[in-house]
């Protein structure tokens, strides 16, 4: 079973500054990976697929990075509704069919 | 616009059951899979369950196998989670997603969740 981990737990940024979020998986999942952006009280939603497309809507500061064990997500210019949880995905390998990262939570200096 | 809208959620006594729904609309539902998601209470997220679009081909997390039963009504464009031998973990938010298909696929709509508490 692939095991996904993430660093920071918590990040704190100003807003304006440049966030960096890291995932890593246990074992490759090649560019098998997303992200999504929960903030409280709502759902989750999709901001990256494929390790590095950005899903329709998502603004250009989001990117993502990476394959095989390690990715990276950047907000280069935090905005205010940015504050929030975001979880790494696989959906490379089975079982399970998907493992989620524990997440980062993204909050304000 | 895809639209996931989950209902069936409400408290559960410990050994008991509950049935989940999520009805959707906004794309062709029999061309996707779909799974279920839960977050208990200030935790992260879990894969629970997922179904294929024709229904025939099931999956369950470790967690839940065994217990829980993942199904879907193609011609009323819904979903159902069947949750069985409740145990206190089990509380949570169950999210209904929708797959993009493909060999490999990910979760790019989700519903608003539905909250399941069980008690002892």
């Known amino acids: 079973e692939i095991v996904m981990t993430q660093s920071p737990a918590t990040l704190s940024v100003s807003p304006g500054e440049r966030a960096t979020l890291s995932c890593r998986a246990s074992?490759?999942?090649?560019?098998?990976l997303a992200w999504y952006q929960q903030k409280p009280g709502q759902a989750p939603r999709l901001l990256i697929y494929g390790a590095s497309t950005r899903a329709t809507g998502i603004p250009a500061r989001f990117s993502g990075s990476g394959s095989g064990t390690e990715f990276t997500l950047t907000i280069s210019s935090l905005q205010s509704e940015d504050f929030a949880v975001y979880y790494c995905q696989q959906y490379n390998n089975w079982p399970p069919l998907f493992t989620f990262g524990p997440g980062t939570k993204v909050d304000i200096k | 616009e895809v639209q996931l809208v989950e209902s069936g959620g409400g408290s559960g006594q410990s050994g008991g059951s509950l049935r989940l729904s999520c009805a959707a609309s906004?794309?062709?539902?029999?061309?996707?899979?779909m799974t279920w998601v839960r977050q208990a209470p200030g935790k992260g997220l879990e894969w629970v369950a997922a179904i294929s679009g024709s229904g025939n081909r099931t999956f369950y997390a470790d967690s839940v196998k065994g217990r829980f039963s993942i199904s879907r009504d193609n011609l009323r464009n819904t979903l159902f989670l069947r949750l069985s031998s409740l145990r206190a973990e089990d509380t949570g938010r169950y999210y209904c997603?929708?797959?993009?298909?493909?060999?490999?696929?990910?979760?790019?709509?989700w519903g608003r969740g539905v909250l399941v508490t069980v008690s002892s």
């Open positions: 074992q490759s999942v090649s560019s098998n």
């Open positions: 997603t929708k797959e993009t298909g493909g060999t490999y696929s990910w979760i790019d709509y």
């Open positions: 906004g794309f062709t539902f029999n061309n996707y899979a």
